[in-house]
């Protein structure tokens, strides 16, 4: 592959694509409750949200327009302010591998099994079911491995900034 000015352009359009689809990343909303050091945040849904990494463990959907996000408060903001919402740096690290690693560990493994075990007289039969089994294992092991490491406070999505009250009158 050659280098042009386009594929620059490629690569970084590709880039802002991605940072618009990660998941809370510049998103902002309004503290609904503390406690301790954890902060419910209410925001807007966007089309964005249904891909969410927050969506499944974080979030709370109450109508279509509106969306409640259990977030670290590391900006100890009280409730009524207006925070932006970022990702954990953590869980963005952590969740690839174990999300796609573990179930492409399971595959090759079970293709190498079933072709050494060999019930069948069809090595590609074996290696095939053996593929299959050991990705319905592997995806069973990446979403236990999910449920314990990538659940709390670490993982969590953080409120990193407290944002001035839009409705609030100009001096």
């Avoid at 900006?75 to 009524?80: S, Y």
């Avoid at 954990?88 to 999300?99: G, Q």
Wanted: charged share 15%; aromatic share 4%.
């Amino acid at each position: 592959m050659s280098w042009t000015p386009s594929s620059v352009n490629s690569a970084s359009e590709s880039d802002a694509t991605s940072e618009t689809h990660r998941s809370c990343a510049g998103r902002s909303g309004i503290v609904l409750s503390r406690q301790g050091r954890m902060a419910r945040v209410q925001m807007r849904a966007s089309r964005s949200c249904s891909a969410c990494t927050c969506s499944a463990a974080f979030a709370r959907h109450q109508s279509s327009s509106t969306r409640t996000l259990t977030v670290v408060n590391i900006v100890d903001a009280e409730v009524g302010r207006h925070v932006r919402i970022v990702d954990s740096p953590r869980a963005v690290v952590a969740a690839p591998p174990v999300l796609f690693g573990i179930p492409l560990l399971g595959l090759l493994c079970g293709a190498l099994g079933g072709y050494w075990i060999a019930p069948f007289s069809s090595e590609d039969l074996n290696a095939l079911i053996g593929a299959a089994a050991g990705l319905a294992l592997g995806i069973l092991g990446a979403r236990l491995a999910a449920n314990s490491r990538l659940v709390g406070p670490d993982q969590s999505p953080q409120a990193v900034e407290i944002l001035p009250d839009p409705t609030a009158p100009l001096p």
